[in-house]
């Protein structure tokens, strides 16, 4: 039997990261990709948002309010979740429920090695029952001042999610202060 990696379930494995930083446009391009990934149509972009803490929670508003200029209020549905809640079954339920049926999955979390468990538990619920191709994940991920060189576990491990999935990627990398990153 081959050994696994306690912070990320098997079948899960994570891209390299990217080779160059990003550009002003490309600081633009996440929202504009996630609203153009999701639009269907008549029908509303379905949003399932997921953060950690009080900071993390502001980025993600501010990053919905973008899709929502950018797609109009009435074609945005979105359901939000605090990552601590996810331990709870009936929040779990429902946070599978929407990621489900999302267009955009938006996960806003401070740098780590890994994130708790109920995290990949809601992961594994959702990712082989979501219809590949249809969706978009985007990544807002808060970086200390001075990062680790194991802070990106997080984001690698959402990449190969949203590979996994054959969904859309875009990540969003900001600077928050220790203070603001601290968990709510």
Not at 21 to 49: F, K, N, Y
Request: aromatic share 6%; glycine share 6%; hydrophobic share 45%.
């Amino acid at each position: 039997m081959g050994k696994t990696d306690p912070v990320r379930p098997t079948g899960v494995k994570p891209n390299a990261p990217p080779t160059t930083e990003p550009t002003a446009r490309d600081r633009i391009t996440p929202v504009e990709g996630a609203a153009r990934a999701g639009a269907r149509g008549s029908c509303p972009l379905e949003v399932t948002v997921v953060y950690e803490d009080s900071a993390n929670w502001r980025w993600a508003c501010q990053f919905c309010d973008r899709v929502v200029e950018l797609v109009g209020r009435d074609t945005v549905r979105s359901a939000w979740w605090k990552l601590a809640d996810l331990d709870e079954p009936a929040v779990l339920a429902g946070a599978v429920s929407t990621a489900l049926r999302a267009d955009v999955i938006l996960v806003a979390v401070r740098a780590a090695e890994g994130l708790p468990l109920p995290f990949y538990v809601w992961v594994d619920s959702w990712l082989p029952h979501h219809p590949q191709g249809t969706a978009a994940l985007v990544a807002l991920i808060a970086m200390p001042d001075n990062p680790g060189p194991q802070l990106d576990r997080a984001s690698q491990y959402l990449r190969a999610v949203a590979r996994q999935g054959r969904m859309d990627f875009h990540i969003e990398e900001r600077k928050l202060s220790a203070e603001a990153t601290a968990p709510a």
